[in-house]
C-alpha cells in the first residue's frame, strides 16, 4: 500500500531522529534516512531541501508538539506551583522515554551553525512565554518574588532544566530523570519563592522531602 503524502513526511522525520542520533548529523547521509524511512533517497528532497533542513523541522515538529502537551496539563494544575512541578515532569518525562531525540535536540542541534545563528526558533518562544505564564501566576498567587524579572526566571528555569538533560545525554542516559523532578522544584521554589513562603516552608528546619532529596543527591546523583 502506498503511503500517503503526510505519513511519508513523518516517517523521515522519525527516520531522521534515529540516524542523526546514532551517526551524528555530520557524518549522517540523506540515503540513510531515505533507507531508514523505507522511501527512495529522491523523495526525501520532495520535502526537505537539506539535512538542515529537515533537522530544523524536527525541532518544530517535535518542540511544537510537546508545548502544546505541557501547556494544556500545566494550566490544568490550577496553582503556580504544581503547574511548574508538571512542567518539569513532562519536560524530564519526554526525553527519558525517547534517548534518540534527547541525544539530537542536546547535541546534534546544537551543531547546527543554521539553527544556531539563523533560525528563529519560534517554537522555544513559546516555550519560554508558558514558563513565563507560570511564574506571573506564581508572582499574582505570591508565593513567587515579585521583584524578580519574569523574562530572568523563565531563562532559569528552562536553561537550568535544559543543562540536566544535557548533562545525563552526555553522561551515558543511566540517571532516571524523573528522580530529580522534586529537587528541581524545591531548588527553585527557594530561589525564586518569596521570603515567608521559603521561611513557612521550612518551619525552622529542613521538611523531610528535602532531607531525602539531599541524601539521594549526594549518594549517587551525578547531575
Known amino acids: 500500500m502506498r503511503l500517503k503524502a503526510p505519513d511519508k513526511h513523518q516517517r523521515i522525520l522519525d527516520a ?20 531508514e524511512a523505507k522511501v527512495a ?23 511544537r508538539e510537546a508545548v502544546a502537551r505541557f501547556r494544556e496539563a500545566a494550566l490544568m494544575e490550577g496553582d503556580a506551583r504544581s503547574s511548574l512541578l508538571c512542567l518539569i515532569r513532562m519536560h524530564l518525562a519526554e526525553f527519558q522515554s525517547n534517548p534518540h531525540m534527547a541525544a539530537v535536540f542536546q547535541v546534534e542541534l546544537r551543531q547546527s551553525q543554521r539553527f544556531m545563528r539563523e533560525y528563529a526558533k519560534s517554537e522555544l518562544k513559546e516555550y519560554l512565554d508558558l514558563i513565563g505564564e507560570i511564574v506571573r501566576q506564581g508572582q499574582n498567587e505570591g508565593v513567587f518574588r515579585p521583584d524578580i524579572p519574569v523574562g530572568l526566571v523563565k531563562r532559569l528555569v528552562f536553561g537550568t532544566i535544559d543543562e540536566v538533560v544535557s548533562t545525563w545525554v552526555m553522561s551515558g542516559m543511566k540517571q532516571n530523570l524523573g ?45
Open 16 to 35: 531522521a531522529v534515529k540516524v542523526f542520533a546514532s551517526k551524528g548529523f555530520f557524518q549522517a547521509k540523506v540515503s540513510e534516512i531515505a533507507r
Open 41 to 63: 533517497d529522491g523523495t526525501v528532497y520532495l520535502y526537505f531541501k537539506s539535512k538542515d533542513d529537515i533537522l530544523i523541522s524536527i525541532f518544530e515538529v517535535k518542540m
Open 179 to 223: 528522580d530529580l523532578v522534586l529537587p528541581l522544584v524545591d531548588l527553585f521554589m527557594r530561589g525564586i519563592g518569596r521570603d515567608e513562603v521559603n521561611a513557612g516552608d521550612q518551619g525552622g528546619s529542613e521538611s523531610a522531602e528535602s532531607r531525602h532529596d539531599s541524601k539521594h543527591i549526594e549518594g549517587g546523583t551525578k547531575l
